[in-house]
């Protein structure tokens, strides 16, 4: 076991099988493994950061040495802050090769001291992207096994249009903020 802390950066919107297994992997690699998400994406997400935290931290709830948190700006200066030494990337195939290789030579440039490791999943989930799932799920399409299934659910609810319906109705009536913390609460309470 690697002594100190990695972390694992991602945007995970959403979380996919492909990711909790490079979790689990890392976790036992790993003293502490913090799951960082990135918060101020330029892209407009599919899941807002909160129900992103909210799934991972109940899909790693099991894994003692593992935690969730979100970041802003430089990742190596986040890293920093954690006194972190090295960052988990995972690669699934050549094709996610160069982009990973520029994202870990362009962070080492930024802080030698830290080092990009990177590990596969699974080769059965060698295949499946956030992006890809977002674009079966929203084409109606089948996501099991490619998802846990608490992602799965919350796929369902964000798709769903009488889900979306009621949503539009309660932001009218609530506000976007009290919308917001009522979704917590029933997300933590499910
Ligand atoms: O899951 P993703 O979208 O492939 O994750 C990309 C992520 C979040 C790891 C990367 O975009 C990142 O670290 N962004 C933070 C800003 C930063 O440090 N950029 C320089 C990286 S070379």
Redesign the pocket.
């Known amino acids: 076991m690697h002594k100190g802390i990695a972390i694992y ?4 919107d959403p979380p996919t099988n492909g990711h909790l297994d490079l979790i689990e992997r890392g976790a036992k690699i790993f003293e502490e493994l913090v799951v960082a998400i ?1 918060r101020n994406s330029e892209k407009s997400p599919m899941f807002s950061v909160a129900e992103r935290l909210g799934m991972l931290k109940e899909l790693t709830g099991h894994l003692k040495n593992v935690r969730i948190d979100t970041f802003d ?4 200066e986040y890293a920093k802050s954690l006194d972190a030494t090295c960052i988990l990337r995972g690669i699934r195939a050549i094709s996610d090769y160069e982009y990973e290789l520029q ?1 870990a030579l ?2 080492r440039k930024l802080e030698p001291t830290l080092e990009t490791v990177f590990m596969m999943p699974a080769d059965k989930y060698s295949y499946v992207s956030s992006r890809l799932v977002r674009e079966v799920a929203q084409a109606g399409g089948p996501v099991k096994g490619l998802v846990p299934e608490v992602v799965e659910q919350e796929l369902r609810e964000k798709l769903d249009p009488a889900y979306k319906l009621r949503d539009a109705r309660l932001i009218e009536v609530l506000g976007k903020r009290d919308f917001d913390k009522r979704e917590k609460k029933r997300k933590k309470k499910a």
């Open positions: 950066p991602g945007s995970f990135l700006g430089l990742m190596v994202m362009m962070n």
